[in-house]
């Protein structure tokens, strides 16, 4: 019989096996797409798939985002006499947090998910060995073009939903208070620095890097079975969300 103390040290050594196997994979992904030759087609199809597809779903978030924004903003700042900060406060919630967080977790539950499915698929009906076989090296025709398709991608994505975000708190601030529009965008100049936007860009980057890497693990090293895919797919999801979060956290503590 197994005791408590047993059980708990298993559990520890399996999750540092697990860390330590997916540093190893994202290490190699980083180590094979430094070599040539680069699958061109296979990254322009994943830029398709990640974010061209993405881009409704971005739109939808973004421009809901930056209205929500916009209402809870100016009765908050009303409640100071300094509505007229409203877009400042909307254009910089967007550019430092909630832009490239969103946008991240948009694109894990679009295309991460189905990256994942898609990979584990290909493992329980014996594809990526198939692969292997042919001497074609699966992480060079699978991983390194959605690695790269991710880093592309959401930061392109990021700054689409920042754009259509601010133009939601327009919306409302604008339209539907009645807050002055050259006052809603001259604070926001004066307010939002390069900085600012640095920071933005290096997140989305590093979130791309984050759900590409995450997901195409889950799905790399799926288990048996339709049963063993829908846990990859889930897990990537859960994972790749939670480590962003997490990563914002500690990208912020440093860039802000």
């Excluded at 196997?21 to 990640?50: D, E, N």
């Excluded at 539950?109 to 060995?129: C, H, K, N, P, V």
């Excluded at 997140?203 to 995450?214: A, H, N, P, R, Y």
Aim: include cysteine; charge should be positive.
């Amino acid at each position: 019989m197994t005791s408590p103390l047993e059980a708990v040290g298993r559990v520890a050594l399996a999750q540092v096996q697990g860390m330590g196997r997916m540093t190893m994979f994202l290490g190699s992904a980083c180590f094979w797409a430094c070599l040539p030759p680069l699958k061109l087609r296979r990254i322009v199809r994943q830029i398709h798939f990640i974010g061209v597809k993405s881009v409704s779903v971005i739109l939808l978030t973004a421009i809901f985002t930056g209205m929500v924004l916009g209402l809870q903003g100016y009765y908050t700042l009303r409640k100071f006499g300094s509505e007229a900060l409203l877009g400042t406060a909307v254009a910089l919630s967007l550019i430092r947090e909630l832009g490239p967080v969103m946008a991240a977790l948009m694109v894990t539950a679009r295309a991460g998910s189905a990256t994942a499915a898609e990979i584990g698929i290909m493992r329980i009906t014996e594809q990526i060995d198939a692969l292997t076989a042919m001497a074609v090296n699966p992480m060079k025709y699978l991983v390194v073009p959605r690695v790269i398709a991710g880093v592309i991608a959401v930061p392109l994505l990021t700054a689409i939903f920042d754009v259509v975000g601010i133009y939601g708190g327009y919306l409302v601030g604008v339209k539907l208070l009645g807050i002055s529009s050259g006052t809603y965008f001259s604070e926001m100049r004066n307010a939002v620095e390069m900085s600012d936007i640095n920071g933005g860009f290096l997140k989305s980057l590093s979130f791309g890097i984050i759900v590409t890497w995450v997901c195409t693990y889950k799905g790399y090293y799926t288990g048996h079975g339709a049963e063993g895919v829908v846990k990859s797919t889930t897990e990537a999801v859960v994972l790749s969300s939670v480590l962003v979060l997490v990563w914002d956290y500690f990208m912020t503590s440093l860039l802000f």
